[in-house]
């Protein structure tokens, strides 16, 4: 059995295809505050927060590049597509993060390791980790590897019938139908916010927020199908 196979650090570094100078830099990516809280250490939240920054950053540069005729707005769906808790949860699955997760006990019991919101904190955290640790070169060297896959999606990702496209995928790769189901609505009635879960049979495939129930639904959809897309 090889080294990469015993340790779990080495491992991320191995499929990132980088290796890290400073490996407290990792290891406080993967550390989550209810570790900290029973054994001390500095957590990943300061680093989640730069890293959400580093990702909009050089997925921004990406999609310029790639797609120079596209303006603002549909630039801006398609970010936000691809930087949705369900798609980044995926890639941080895809790492094998969630077993190099340092949790908190209780966090340990609840299934943190599979939990979607830790997994896509997780991936920020990593990023900017990566980011501090090599600087831009690595850090986008990596989004490049890690989302091309999905910006052959365009259509989708900008907003085109992603119900439609998911309905399809989710016959053919799953043997159901998605059923959307509204989880809140938040604001005052002149600027409301609804957030919409969809699921195929009893797994929850994505979430979407839109100015109403419809966009919601579409937004939902647009993640469920990149998570599709990613299992293919």
Same mark, same amino acid.
Do not use: W
């Given at each position: 059995?090889?080294?990469?196979?015993?340790?779990?650090?080495?491992?991320?570094?191995?499929?990132?295809?980088?290796?890290?100078?400073?490996?407290?830099?990792?290891?406080?990516?993967?550390?989550?505050? /209810?570790?900290?809280?029973?054994?001390?250490?500095?957590?990943?939240?300061?680093?989640? %927060?730069?890293?959400?920054?580093?990702?909009? %950053?050089?997925?921004?540069?990406?999609?310029?590049?790639? %797609?120079?005729?596209?303006?603002?707005?549909?630039?801006?769906?398609?970010?936000?597509?691809?930087?949705?808790?369900?798609?980044?949860?995926?890639?941080?699955?895809?790492?094998?993060?969630? @077993?190099?997760?340092?949790?908190?006990?209780?966090?340990?019991?609840?299934?943190?390791?599979?939990?979607?919101?830790?997994?896509?904190?997780?991936?920020?955290?990593?990023?900017?980790?990566?980011?501090?640790?090599?600087?831009?070169?690595?850090?986008?060297?990596?989004?490049?590897?890690?989302?091309?896959?999905?910006?052959?999606?365009?259509?989708?990702?900008?907003?085109?019938?992603?119900? /439609?496209?998911? @309905?399809?995928?989710?016959?053919?790769?799953?043997?159901?139908?998605?059923?959307?189901?509204?989880? @809140?609505?938040?604001?005052?009635?002149?600027?409301?916010?609804?957030?919409?879960?969809?699921?195929?049979?009893?797994?929850?495939?994505?979430?979407?927020?839109?100015? /109403?129930?419809?966009?919601?639904?579409?937004?939902?959809?647009?993640?469920?199908?990149?998570?599709?897309?990613?299992?293919?």
């Amino acid at each position: 059995m090889s080294d990469m196979q015993h340790d779990p650090l080495e491992g991320i570094e191995g499929r990132l295809g980088y290796r890290f100078r400073d490996r407290a830099l990792l290891v406080e990516a993967l550390t989550h505050r /209810t570790y900290v809280n029973e054994a001390g250490g500095r957590d990943n939240q300061r680093l989640e %927060f730069f890293g959400d920054a580093v990702l909009d %950053f050089l997925l921004s540069d990406m999609l310029l590049v790639r %797609f120079p005729e596209s303006r603002e707005g549909e630039l801006t769906r398609i970010r936000a597509a691809l930087v949705d808790e369900a798609s980044l949860a995926r890639i941080a699955s895809e790492l094998d993060l969630g @077993q190099a997760l340092r949790l908190g006990r209780g966090e340990e019991k609840g299934g943190g390791r599979l939990k979607r919101s830790l997994l896509a904190d997780a991936f920020e955290a990593l990023l900017a980790a990566l980011y501090l640790d090599g600087g831009l070169d690595p850090a986008r060297r990596v989004v490049e590897a890690l989302f091309a896959p999905f910006l052959s999606c365009r259509d989708l990702l900008s907003g085109r019938d992603a119900k /439609t496209e998911l @309905q399809e995928k989710g016959r053919l790769l799953k043997g159901e139908l998605p059923r959307y189901q509204l989880k @809140q609505v938040t604001g005052p009635d002149h600027d409301k916010r609804f957030t919409v879960e969809v699921y195929l049979g009893e797994e929850l495939m994505g979430e979407g927020v839109g100015r /109403t129930k419809k966009e919601a639904e579409q937004d939902a959809a647009r993640a469920a199908f990149l998570l599709l897309k990613g299992e293919e």
